[in-house]
């Protein structure tokens, strides 16, 4: 998403990215980016909660108006919980028994198979 | 409030995802890294006009919920054979049944039931109803096949003449 709004942005329209993954988009660097940091799903605000949802999107479009120049970041003030225990356990092996890891390579190994054979019918393989 | 010595823990911090998820996938078995995109410069173009008098299109990841593609969810499993391959765009007056099961979202701290997390179309039209932007006639829907080649040559291109035939002035793009 990050190559699109670059792409736009060059070609005069001007973008914000509404996302939770920082490191990704900063990696990239776009010109506007409201950051939540949130799970990843939810860019847009907290499930059910319409006040965050309103609060997240007037916030982008204040980004929008107000970044003076490129890789403009600005970072939500909402928290998703109390302790943010949230934030160790994507992905983490630190907190996956081996088992689950094994059992994970194996689903693994079938999605990749499934996206190559639909990249391949797409005629993008 | 007053700031004190007494500190947030250390991995209360935006989540290192690339090092997870690099990690993650070795662990996997999987040994060609995925390259994220980098750049070390980024473009930038101000708004033309006032916002409440600019055209604004909501760009997406989410995909229209396929039935014939297996469980979408809410929280399906990974699922990639509900990814979408070419730029599709919908009326943005009317409400559209999105999905993210083709997305590695936190499947552990989300329960993907509430659209509205990753596909604000619906607020976006409430938004636009008060006068705080116009809003463009068609959402789009940009491919993740992990093909950056593609977004670069093929999506991103299309996304832009489609904003073009709609006038549009400013874009929010929301990924998963």
Known sequence: MSLVARYLERNGIPTVIMGAAKDIVEWAGVPRFLFSDFPLGNSAGKPHEKDTQQFTLELALKVLESAIGPRTTVQSPLRWNEDGDWKQDYNNLARMPAEEVAKRRAEFDKVKQVALDQRKKAGVA | ?176
């Not at chain 2, 033309?48 to 469980?71: E, F, M, W």
């Not at chain 2, 997305?103 to 990753?118: E, F, L, P």
């Not at chain 2, 789009?140 to 291109?157: F, I, M, W, Y």
């Open chain 2, 1 to 176: 409030m007053t700031d004190t010595a007494n500190f947030a823990p250390e991995y209360d911090a935006p989540i290192d995802y690339m090092r997870r998820t690099r990690d993650y996938y070795l662990a996997l078995g999987y040994d060609n890294p995925y390259r994220w995109a980098h750049y070390v410069d980024a473009p930038f173009t101000p708004l033309r006009k006032p916002l409440n008098d600019s055209t604004l299109v909501l760009i997406t990841t989410a995909a229209p919920y396929q039935p014939d593609k297996g469980d979408q969810g809410p929280g399906a499993a990974y699922n990639a054979g509900a990814k979408f391959y070419s730029v599709y765009s919908g009326d943005s007056a009317v409400d559209h049944d999105t999905r993210i099961s083709h997305i590695g979202y936190d499947r552990k701290h989300t329960t993907a039931k509430d659209a509205n997390t990753w596909f604000p179309l619906p607020l976006m039209r409430e938004f636009a109803g008060a006068g705080r932007f116009k809003l463009a006639k068609r959402f789009h829907g940009a491919p993740t096949n992990r093909s950056q080649r593609v977004t670069l040559e093929t999506d991103a291109p299309e996304i832009l003449a489609r904003c073009r035939q709609d006038q549009v002035d400013a874009a929010l793009l929301v990924p998963t």
